[in-house]
């Protein structure tokens, strides 16, 4: 016999953990930036490439952590090309969080 509670249904927000900070938030908070199968990272504004995945906080001290201490070569085994850098750092760069 299978034990379900109404409770069990209620709708759980996919949580994330943002790879400078390393707080946990819904995923759609977080910006996701993924590896494609060629090795190339790039930002992932639906969140539905496919690929090894990565998330940052929509926050301009969140970037400069992660490019400053490589988090996402560390987490993606793949450097950020400078388009991309530029790209997040013109998304959120001076956003303060
Ligand atoms: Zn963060």
């Known amino acids: 016999m ?3 509670s109404p409770a069990v249904k209620v709708k759980k927000i ?3 953990q943002c790879i400078a900070c390393r707080t946990k938030k819904p995923k759609r908070e977080l910006m996701r930036i993924v590896r494609d199968p060629e090795g ?3 930002l992932d504004l639906k969140g539905k ?4 995945g990565a998330y940052i906080c929509v ?3 969140c970037l400069r952590k ?3 201490e490589n ?3 560390r987490h993606l085994d793949a450097k950020p090309d400078a388009a991309l850098l530029a790209e997040l ?3 959120f760069g001076d956003i303060e969080s």
Do not use: I
């Open 2 to 4: 299978r034990m379900v």
């Open 14 to 16: 996919p949580m994330r």
């Open 40 to 42: 190339h990272l790039h």
């Open 49 to 52: 490439s496919p690929g090894r």
């Open 59 to 61: 926050s301009g001290a």
């Open 66 to 68: 992660a490019t400053k």
């Open 71 to 73: 988090l996402f070569a």
């Open 89 to 91: 750092d013109d998304l």
